[in-house]
């Protein structure tokens, strides 16, 4: 049946962009195994989506129903639901739909410090097991857990290292046990850590943090030691398989973000059917490289649009990243690291020499001498993309560049990404939410620890205290910690698919790893 559907469904969605038509959902052969609300619930979940009952695709895809599938899609197709109001009344009737996720906010009188603000976050945004209630597109977790906030109601991957640091900072180790714990356990389950806790998510992952969060640990059991690099050997394969990995003209191979579906984002259908009837391109195509970009966690930016600016022009696949093949290079050291602890001598060779494999290729193929930066190659025109991003600190905070390469980014840095309110995302103001003026708070400790390690603590100092002011200035001004902010009017950031989310998980751990930094703790 699989076969069958690799068949078909390129001829089904060719189709669809001639008549300007969603793609058939129930034609997608499920993910992992695990049908997606889309999968489910086919000309119902169409309806809602392209109709936007709900104002936020990701309202419909995280609701439960409250009956079986079958019953509550023959009682759709036995309706009539012309009427905008019926269609959401319908849905009310046969769903539990969430709603966003408050957080407190310290408006009543004077301001808690914004430590002791971000300390009682932790209860607030910390979930405890999930067992999922028949009908969910929540995925069971055993252990628990921090989410972002906001409509991000589960376990995200890359957003939870950036929580953990602010864990760290709290002294909440229990927390970041029990998280590494659950990603573990993730790996076992499905080969990888899912972009987050959803159905919808796990056709896809997210940049690899894992084994920096294993780094995080105080875990000492030989027996749990030796199953976190047996996971992380497994998220290796996953990352490196022949459909996510590219040939460079000297033979070297490095990575590229993926996602195993051919269809639009359950949670950003809508969106993602529109930018492909505008793209002039077979639609399958445009719906991987949105979905690949949203596995980069720059969902979206220029640096995966091949005219640098337009949405319609994604092609995600067809670029090799700076950060995704940094993270490759510190888990490959990690698992070497790990094997050879444990006395596997075999497996610590094997993967030193990916590492050193991996870092010949990035610094042959990811670096501009010319510009002073790492940046992400374009397989089909044979060159790095332009213009400088954050991205290009990676190699700097994973540790794998050199003390003169190190000082060129950290000049280019300074001189072009640097902005009043922190580090900028890219040079390219698009609208998309990864690029100027927005800067997130990931990418300022990516930047900030990068040149901590290579030696440019002045500029790494420069960059944490004018994102805490950004952090600050907000807070002072709402009582809250956001998503994202604008770095260049020092303000709430913007552009997107969804509103601006407060909450925030990594904005939390960010700012309290960034303020412990600053007084050396």
């Known amino acids: 049946m699989r076969h069958r559907y690799r068949v078909l469904m390129p001829l089904l969605l060719a189709g669809c962009a001639a008549s300007g038509q969603a793609p058939p959902v129930a034609a997608v052969a499920p993910a992992a195994g695990v049908p997606t609300p889309a999968d489910r619930f086919g000309p119902l979940f169409e309806a809602v989506q392209m109709r936007r009952i709900f104002p936020d695709g990701k309202t419909f895809v995280d609701a439960t129903p409250k009956r079986a599938d079958a019953a509550i899609l023959a009682d759709f197709r036995r309706g009539e639901f012309s009427d905008d109001a019926a269609l959401k009344a319908f849905v009310l009737a046969n769903f539990d739909v969430p709603g966003l996720l408050p957080v407190p906010e310290s408006d009543h009188g004077p301001r808690l410090p914004i430590e002791r603000h971000i300390a009682e ?13 028949p009908g969910s597109s929540a995925l069971a977790v055993a252990d628990r857990f921090v989410v972002p906030g906001g ?12 929580t953990m640091l ?8 229990d927390l970041i046990e029990s998280m590494v714990a659950a990603f573990t356990d993730l790996v076992e389950r499905y080969g990888h850590v899912p972009n987050g806790t959803r159905s919808y998510y796990l056709s896809r992952s997210q940049p690899p943090f894992l084994y920096l969060m294993i780094g ?47 269809t639009p984002r359950d949670e950003s259908w809508r969106e993602d059917v529109e930018t492909a009837r505008t793209s002039g391109r077979p639609v399958a195509e445009v719906y991987r490289d949105l979905r690949a970009g949203a596995e980069s966690g720059w969902d979206f930016s220029s640096r995966w649009l091949a005219d640098g600016r337009t949405l319609a022009t994604i092609d995600t696949t067809n670029v090799l990243p700076a950060d995704l093949n940094s993270l490759l290079w ?61 991205a290009t600190a990676y190699p700097l905070f994973v540790g794998l560049t050199t003390d003169a390469r190190a000082g060129r980014v950290a ?8 902005a009043p309110g922190g580090l900028r995302s890219t040079l390219v103001d698009t609208g998309q939410q990864w690029d100027r003026p927005n800067g997130w708070a990931p990418l300022q400790w990516i930047a900030v620890s990068g040149l901590d390690r290579t030696g440019h603590k002045p500029l790494a100092d420069k960059i944490s205290q004018r994102f805490l002011a950004s952090v600050g200035r907000e807070y002072a001004a709402s009582g809250k910690l956001v998503e994202k902010y604008d770095v260049e009017e020092v303000r709430p950031g913007g552009g997107g698919e969804y509103p601006l989310q407060d909450g925030f998980g990594w904005t939390n751990g960010v700012t309290r790893a960034l303020m412990a930094r600053g007084r050396g703790s």
Not at 121 to 131: F, G, I, Q, Y
Not at 235 to 244: G, L, V
Not at 411 to 418: C, M, P, S
């Open 151 to 162: 409509r991000f109601r589960e376990m995200y991957y890359w957003d939870s290292y950036f």
């Open 121 to 133: 976050l932790w209860p607030h945004l910390t979930r405890d097991p999930v067992a999922p209630p």
């Open 411 to 418: 000049d280019t840095i300074e001189r072009q990404l640097l």
């Open 330 to 390: 510190g888990m490959e050291r990690a698992i070497a690291d790990g094997a050879a602890k444990a006395g596997d001598t075999a497996t610590a060779r094997d993967f030193n020499d990916r590492a050193a494999k991996r870092a010949a290729a990035i610094e042959r193929w990811l670096w501009s001498e010319a510009d002073g930066r790492y940046g992400d190659y374009d397989v089909k025109r044979r060159q790095l993309r332009r213009g400088v991003t954050a």
């Open 216 to 262: 995080l640990s105080q875990e000492t059991d030989a027996a749990v030691l030796a199953r976190r690099v047996a996971a992380l050997k497994r998220e290796h394969a996953f990352f490196t398989s022949p459909e996510r990995s590219a040939t460079l003209p000297d033979g070297a191979v490095l990575q590229h973000y993926w996602d195993a579906r051919t």
């Open 166 to 173: 602010g864990l760290a900072a709290d002294n909440r180790q």
